[in-house]
């Protein structure tokens, strides 16, 4: 921090003509190096990156509702964090692109008939009530994103819920009807295996495609913004519980490929639970965080009204994280 | 814990967590131990170690020989303190060191006849150091001149080495670790000495063994110095000495750290490697013991490494303590146009200089000389949780929580999480992406929790 540093004034000091060259050196305490490969914009702008992939298949199967999606939840998001940071009188945070990830997030699990208002609502109250009511950036409980999108589930049931889904008038024809765990659990019709995997299927307009969220969690992970332990606990738990249910019932592997391929676990395992600041600290509080996740998917698809639980799950596994974190509190070495 | 492989120890050769910060060691690794001449007066500061300060012996205008002793260390904890050359001493100045502390320090001008520097670096690297014959030593005496040549650990911290090997009844030692790891950047101090003089380091090995009673003795390198393990392994041929090559990771060479990885034992904490019944000491402290005892030479010369991107020629040498840190960085060819910070130390732990004419102390293990470049961080944003702090802390601390704790003043959340088994490594704030200067705000909150 260069404002912390003393500057010398080394002039003082006499019959060092080496030293005199230099009329600013610096004192700090230790460290005196830092990473220089990471920060938080960084991080951020790495998981921009990672959402490429799900933006272009967005754009691609739902092309101006996409679009039209995405401009409105980043706009909003980002006028909704100034407008809040202003209030409160604090420094402007947009540098560290965190309210643009909530945006294209946000938009992603959305349906792309939503109309402007819901992803307006949606973004006003992720930035307000889901972040910047505890204080901004790291300091929520909640994945904003998911706050928004619960709040206008809610508030606005009839755009929002299945029905929503199907009545998308003007799309490529591939992709109208129900989504997948709707129609399974509905009306017991499933989707070709291959169109849940590349995403033409309905549904919100970033979850269709597994394959291209695949791709940009693995690089989430490979650059270690997010952590492997939550995508990795929360696909195991659900392949095995839905595994479980599929040898229990049909055992033809259909209900358990629509359970990993469909709806939105791809997109929320990879990018909505690995959000840093409200899951857990330690690897071990992880894996409980992303176990817990996928446990409570599979109990909200299967026995609950609503065909897709990833968003409710995740809020709930937040509201405990605080919990996880004390039961996993690393013991310090040395201390038997 | 790696695929990293260590044989024949009880340990992994690794510990949990911990960073792999650039090295840069290449900038002066290569370079020879070069020996400066005497200078013309050098400062010893009266209190070059970790305890209470030495007394000083001698008068003002009062002339002294190369190695008569100015200072007596009279308590346990304390060290004394030689003349690193002949002359007259003068009045006694105050000097500030590094980490902060102003202290009163004995000038002495150089006079008369002085002994030759490069003879005692030719005597430190020479072959005939012995290797067997070290039973003629007795152990008491072996810890009498020990605590009588002044010697403190030459890796950095300085404390005092006689307290370490004053054999004690409740805590038996059964092995000796020589630390030759070295884990901060730049540093390669100790590769040269490793690599040029470990006949030395040997002897003085045998001779703490000896002292102690340990029934072990294990040299610990990093992977990262393959010539000092050769070197040291024709030293040990024919001996009971043991190498350990362990992972290269920072902070390998801390002792809590570097037992787990060689044998496998966890220091409780708050407790000392002699819980586990382990002496260490860094392989500098080990030949200057052998000089000590064999040579009956105290603690007046010592390896430094000076380095960085801000020196122009990056060096190894041997100096007389005392000599102004000014002298050591003209003598390589002084800074380069971007420098930007000096550090007694490595980088991690070190502490910056704020005064060229400070002395060269006997903790001082080098001169580091960071650039704009690298020492510029980012601005500070809010911590986003995201756990890479617990990933790096070698001791598996929440660092995160610690300093939260210290900036809104929690000190019972501060000792509830451990706050006092930190060693301030630097670790968290290295790798933080917040930019949070976690280990500064775990300083702060130390205090608070002692204070409450």
């Given at each position: ?88 009188n ?86 109208s ?59 195991l ?6 595994g ?26 990879f ?12 690897s071990?509080g ?18 609950s ?20 974190n004390r039961?996993?509190n ?7 | ?60 205008g ?43 320090a ?26 067997d ?132 034992l ?21 030949a200057t ?36 840190i ?42 580091n000389?960071l ?10 944003t809010?911590?986003?949780?995201c ?28 000792r ?23 280990v ?13």
């Amino acid at each position: 921090m260069p404002d912390s540093n003393k500057i010398l004034d080394t002039s003082l000091k006499s019959g060092l003509p080496d030293v005199k060259d230099n009329p600013e050196i610096h004192v700090a305490p230790s460290p005196h190096i830092r990473e220089i490969k990471v920060n938080t914009q960084k991080m951020m702008i790495d998981v921009l990156i990672a959402l490429t992939p799900v933006v272009i298949v967005s754009v691609y199967l739902f092309r101006i509702y996409a679009v039209k999606q995405l401009f409105i939840c980043t706009a909003s998001c980002l006028t909704a964090e100034y407008i809040f940071v202003r209030m409160r009188n604090r420094p402007l945070t947009l540098k560290d692109c965190s309210a643009g990830v909530t945006g294209i997030i946000l938009a992603l699990s959305l349906p792309g008939s939503a109309p402007w208002f819901v992803g307006v609502i949606a973004s006003f109250v992720a930035m307000g009530i889901g972040k910047i009511i505890f204080g901004g950036l790291g300091m929520n409980i909640f994945n904003p994103a998911m706050v928004g999108r619960a709040f206008v589930m809610i508030a606005f049931a009839g755009l929002m819920g299945a029905g929503s889904y199907e009545n998308i008038t003007g799309l490529v024809d591939a992709v109208s009807g129900a989504t997948p765990l709707s129609a399974l659990k509905f009306s017991n019709t499933p989707a070709l295996i291959s169109h849940l995997f590349w995403g033409n299927t309905n549904g919100s307009i970033g979850e269709t495609s597994s394959a291209a969220c695949l791709i940009g969690g693995l690089f989430l992970v490979f650059r270690k913004t997010a952590s492997w332990q939550i995508p990795v606990s929360i696909l195991l738990t659900v392949l095995v519980l839905a595994g479980i249910t599929d040898l229990a019932g049909t055992g033809s592997g259909l209900f358990l490929m629509h359970q990993l391929f469909g709806g939105s676990l791809m997109f929320g395992a990879f990018f909505i639970a690995t959000d840093p600041v409200t899951s857990p600290l330690t690897s071990k509080g992880k894996l409980i965080f992303g176990f817990g996740t996928g446990l409570l998917i599979i109990i909200i698809r299967l026995f609950s009204g609503y065909p897709e639980g990833v968003m409710f799950a995740v809020l709930m596994m937040n509201a405990v994280t605080p919990l996880i974190n004390r039961w996993t509190n690393p013991q310090p070495m040395g201390e038997a | 814990m790696g695929l990293f492989k260590l044989k024949g120890f009880p340990g992994t050769g690794n510990f949990r967590h911990g960073i792999h910060p650039p090295y840069n060691k290449h900038l002066s690794d290569e370079s020879k131990v070069e020996v400066m001449d005497t200078p013309e007066t050098v400062t010893l500061p009266l209190l070059q170690h970790l305890g209470v300060p030495c007394k000083q012996i001698v008068k003002s205008g009062q002339m002294v020989r190369y190695g008569e002793m100015v200072g007596k260390g009279e308590a346990f904890v304390s060290a004394s303190l030689h003349s690193p050359v002949a002359g007259k001493i003068k009045k006694n100045t105050v000097v500030t060191m590094p980490n902060g502390m102003h202290l009163p320090a004995l000038s002495i001008q150089t006079q008369g006849e002085q002994i030759s520097p490069q003879k005692l670096w030719d005597e430190i690297r020479s072959k005939h150091w012995p290797r067997d014959c070290i039973s003629i030593y007795d152990p008491f005496t072996i810890v009498k001149v020990i605590h009588d040549s002044g010697i403190v650990g030459l890796g950095g911290a300085a404390f005092p080495t006689h307290v370490k090997v004053t054999p004690s009844d409740t805590r038996m030692i059964d092995t000796l670790m020589v630390n030759g790891c070295e884990c901060e950047p730049y540093l390669t101090c100790d590769y040269r000495l490793m690599k040029e003089a470990p006949r030395a380091i040997v002897a003085g090995a045998l001779l703490t063994a000896r002292a102690v009673s340990a029934r072990e003795i294990v040299i610990c390198v990093e992977d990262n110095k393959p010539d000092a393990v050769k070197s040291l392994k024709q030293a040990t041929e024919q001996t009971v000495i043991k190498i350990a090559v362990l992972k290269t990771k920072y902070p390998q060479g801390s002792e809590k750290q570097l037992i787990k990885s060689v044998i496998g034992l966890e220091i409780p904490l708050g407790g000392l490697p002699s819980d586990v019944g382990v002496a260490m000491s860094n392989v500098g402290t080990m030949a200057t013991v052998a000089r000590g005892i064999i040579k009956e030479s105290p603690l007046t010369h010592r390896v430094i490494s000076v380095s960085g991107r801000g020196i122009k020629y990056p060096k190894n040498l041997f100096v007389p303590i005392g000599i102004s840190i000014a002298q050591v960085i003209d003598f390589c060819g002084g800074f380069t146009k971007d420098a930007a910070r000096v550090i007694a130390g490595g980088p991690m732990m070190g502490f910056s200089f704020s005064d060229f004419n400070t002395p060269v102390t006997k903790g001082t293990s080098g001169i580091n000389v960071l650039t704009h470049d690298e020492i510029k961080s980012d601005q500070e944003t809010a911590c986003i949780r995201c756990g890479r702090c617990v990933d790096a802390c070698p001791m598996n601390l929440v660092p995160t929580r610690l300093a939260l704790a210290a900036r809104y003043n929690n000190p019972s959340i501060a000792r509830q999480y451990h706050i006092h088994a930190c060693f301030e490594c630097g670790c968290c704030s290295y790798v933080c992406p917040a930019k949070i200067n976690l280990v500064q705000l775990i300083r702060t909150g130390k205090k608070l929790a002692a204070a409450s």
